[in-house]
């Protein structure tokens, strides 16, 4: 793996004592105070902590610190951070991950340089510890751009990071899956977060080949622009202003990783196909973005951002019994003279003639043409599911904001995977929202001329529009001719999408990179 991603990282560890002196700084995240002082492992710290809480009535609500005896810490510091209220109808396991966060913030205020967590379990949600975890992970990044300036001393907020587990076997499982995702995490939000001249096309190319140069994942980058124009023409046709610019050419990056073992839990073996939007700037194109909505938008590549975050994931963790076809398409939506513009009709791979109504909908338009490949593809594949990933629509954030939206064809939702997926969200806590697709869905990109097969949409914003991050679902479903493969159909095909609006977090918030953990959770941890 890239050296530069490698030494970013902090490193994790799991501590095989509370008292050890290289920590200069424990972090309890608990519940209750109660429990707390009543946990035998706590014992040592349950004085200190009493005697701080009958000073302080908010601790059960705030991110607090206690000075406590020599003999208890050496470092004489404890940062206790409380989640706050769990036991409401609509409270959450994301209470762990806001205290993962506050407690690591809090800690590097202080000059803490090699903390230690403890996480008080609860039954409620048995992943408390790993969420908490998580919380603290995201908030360690380094943004790239940092990282690759030179100054040493902002390469890395903290060098070592040591958990003490309460309720799982400290057999090391936990830490090789908190180290599985802070790489992932890491990989995404270089990509996804990066400016659109350290990521555009060819540099993001770079970073993914280098990344997994000597790695499980075989990669393959198609930068022919003839190639592209001839086999995928819409995503071309999205990229065809920026041609002009060799720096900000298309790429479309191929990933894939199988592992034919047998795993150790009963599953079945998956073959996973997953398509990324990687629009590293939208400018909206002829329908320009104005009034300040262009910013941010180097984050329109999040979606392939994750898929090579879900890459990282499989070359660390190597799950058995499952095949993943991944492809990044990676383009500029640019303004200029040879800019595709509405009006315009292109036949898509699948021989779909596609009107063009608003070119600031690039979006499924860059992913069709290489779904389509995947479609092709699937049909020889073992138990095949396809799936898209993008930040697709203005709709999805203001209907769910930092959820997801998941969309099944029918025969994913003949097998319930938009449910059993949601329920992997609850529990590993990143939650997403289900959409569901109805026939009036596929419908709404009818044709309104005889000269074209499909519409792209209509020519005003998704916000504006009725169901509008739906009917992006069943343009992809149409186009993509994989309606044609559905329950009545002798080879059904398994289709998911995923409009992430902004569910990662707005520029110029920090990004928490979703759906990836639930995807990796849901397909990857059960397999190892």
């Known amino acids: 793996m890239s050296a530069s991603v490698i030494k970013s990282l902090t490193r994790l560890g799991l501590a095989e004592k509370l008292h050890d002196p290289i920590h200069d700084g424990v972090i309890i995240i608990g519940h209750c105070i109660k429990e707390v002082l009543n946990h035998p492992a706590l014992s040592s710290f349950s004085s200190a902590i009493e005697s701080y809480a009958n000073l302080h009535q908010g601790v059960s609500n705030t991110c607090s610190v206690v000075l406590i005896p020599t003999d208890a810490v050496p470092s004489k510091r404890l940062i206790y951070a409380s ?93 090789k899956q908190l180290e599985a995702i802070q790489t992932s995490f890491t990989v995404t939000r270089d990509i996804g977060e990066s400016d659109p001249i350290r990521m555009a096309p060819p540099r993001v190319a770079e970073y993914v080949k280098q990344f997994f140069e000597g790695t499980a994942i075989k990669v393959h980058v198609e930068s022919d622009p003839e190639i592209i124009k001839r086999e995928y023409p819409l995503m071309a046709a999205v990229n065809r202003c920026a041609n002009v610019v060799e720096s900000h050419q298309a790429r479309l990056i191929w990933l894939e990783y199988e592992n034919t073992e047998t795993p150790e839990r009963p599953v079945d073996f998956e073959t996973l196909m997953l398509v990324g939007k990687g629009v590293t700037i939208d400018t909206g194109g002829t329908d320009l973005k104005i009034g300040g909505s262009m910013f941010g938008m180097a984050r329109d590549k999040y979606g392939a951002a994750v898929l090579a975050g879900f890459f990282s994931a499989l070359n660390i963790l190597r799950p058995k019994g499952i095949k993943v076809i991944g492809a990044m398409a990676m383009v500029r939506n640019s303004i200029g003279a040879d800019a595709y513009t509405c009006d315009e009709i292109i036949t898509a791979r699948s021989g779909k003639r596609i009107h063009i109504y608003n070119t600031d909908a690039e979006g499924r338009i860059t992913m069709l043409d290489p779904l389509t490949k995947m479609r092709e593809i699937a049909i020889k594949e073992k138990n095949p599911h396809l799936m898209t990933l993008a930040t697709l629509t203005g709709h999805a954030y203001l209907t769910y904001g930092t959820y997801a939206a998941v969309m099944d064809n029918g025969p994913a939702r003949a097998q319930h995977y938009a449910q059993k997926l949601q329920a992997t969200g609850d529990e590993i806590g990143q939650p997403v929202e289900i959409s569901r697709l109805h026939a009036e869905d596929l419908e709404f990109n009818n044709s309104e001329i005889e000269g074209a097969d499909l519409k792209q949409g209509l020519n005003k914003a998704s916000v504006q529009t009725l169901r509008g991050h739906f009917s992006p679902g069943g343009f992809l479903i149409r186009g993509s001719r994989i309606d044609e493969y559905g329950l009545d159909s002798e080879n059904p095909l398994k289709y998911t999408h995923f409009d992430m609006g902004s569910a990662m977090n707005p520029a110029p918030l920090p990004s928490f990179p979703n759906p990836l953990l639930t995807l990796i959770a849901h397909h990857i941890l059960p397999r190892v």
């Open 83 to 175: 989640v706050g209220s769990v036991s409401k109808d609509f409270d959450d396991v994301r209470r762990y991950l806001d205290a993962g966060k506050a407690a690591l913030k809090g800690a590097l205020e202080m000059g803490v340089k090699f903390p230690l967590l403890i996480t008080l379990p609860i039954g409620r949600f048995p992943h408390a510890e790993f969420v908490a975890a998580m919380g603290g992970i995201n908030f360690l990044y380094v943004p790239l751009n940092i990282r690759e300036s030179g100054e040493n001393h902002r390469r890395i907020k903290l060098e070592n990071f040591n958990l003490f587990p309460l309720s799982q076997k400290n057999d090391g499982r936990l830490l």
